[in-house]
């Protein structure tokens, strides 16, 4: 178990749903991490040598962040819609969509990640109270330059992609069936889908993660206060107790690497002093770049 005392509160913002951090090297003085609060409709931006965090309100919320290859900004994925988002000094600007998945009313997307071909990796939920999904209503997609298509289905809450160091194992879960998928990832897409790991809510359900450079898959434990990291046949090999029970995020950032920044949510978790706080820890591993899509 990794020492709570190296834990660092980098931000003690009360985030209603903080989800999505994004490491942007090139941001900033020595990098920045961008992150979103979903249900307080806002993009948040940490940057790392100075330690502030300012942010934005938006007119929808947003869900994820992904930077474009081309260096113009980012893809956004809004509760509704995908679209092309600039960040400058004077905060968020929309400058252009994408052709977006038919979801049923009332679902919105939730969490993505791109591989090493510049694929963009993205789900989908119908939120309740309390961030329950509903069985079944949310799906995985994956979007190719402009060619998009949904790839798997019957999800309750459609979280965390994650990808292998390597490149040929896509990790996605679902948070509500407390379940941990594992996909063979090539060329031609997705297969071999399998469990990979099973929670019984004891210690939380699995929400959004992360792989570091040696292949531990870091996963967020929602209601379970604690980010744990698992080795790729499915064997726990760390955990992280954070002061704050619903961990939404997590993801690898700083000048080096070296740091492992957490988001949590302070929805419904009035008594819980750091609830919504962004953390941070150095927790002996490394992680990998994250990588642009292709645009």
């Not at 490491?23 to 990098?31: D, H, I, M, Q, T």
Request: hydrophobic content about 35%; charged content about 25%; overall charge negative.
């Amino acid at each position: 178990m990794v020492d709570g005392s190296m834990i660092q509160c980098a931000w003690s913002g009360r985030a209603r749903l903080g989800e999505g951090p994004l490491w942007c090297p090139v941001r900033g003085e020595a990098g920045q991490l961008l992150f979103v609060d979903i249900l307080g409709r806002s993009l948040h931006e940490h940057d790392f040598a100075s330690g502030r965090t300012r942010h934005w309100t938006l007119d929808e919320a947003c869900c994820w962040l992904v930077p474009r290859d081309d260096g113009d900004g980012f893809i956004a994925g809004l509760a509704s819609r995908l679209v092309h988002l600039r960040l400058d000094e004077d905060g968020p600007n929309i400058v252009g969509g994408w052709t977006t998945p038919d979801e049923p009313e009332g679902n919105r997307f939730n969490d993505a990640a791109v591989d090493d071909r510049g694929r963009l990796w993205f789900g989908s939920m119908k939120e309740r109270e309390g961030g329950k999904g509903e069985p079944g209503r949310g799906a995985l997609y994956c979007l190719d330059g402009t060619k998009l298509r949904r790839v798997d289905d019957g999800y309750g809450v459609a979280n965390g992609p994650a990808i292998s160091p390597d490149g040929r194992t896509l990790y996605h879960s679902d948070t509500a069936a407390g379940l941990v998928y594992a996909f063979d990832l090539s060329l031609d897409g997705l297969s071999g889908k399998r469990e990979h790991l099973r929670f019984d809510g004891t210690q939380g359900l699995p929400d959004g993660m992360t792989c570091d450079a040696e292949g531990g898959l870091w996963i967020a434990h929602w209601g379970g206060g604690r980010v744990s990291r698992f080795l790729p046949e499915g064997t726990l090999s760390e955990t992280l107790i954070l002061p704050a029970s619903r961990v939404t995020s997590c993801t690898f950032g700083g000048p080096e690497l070296d740091q492992l920044f957490i988001t949590t949510a302070a929805d419904g978790r009035d008594q819980e002093a750091l609830a919504g706080s962004l953390f941070r820890v150095k927790p002996g591993v490394r992680g990998l770049p994250s990588p642009a899509f292709k645009a």
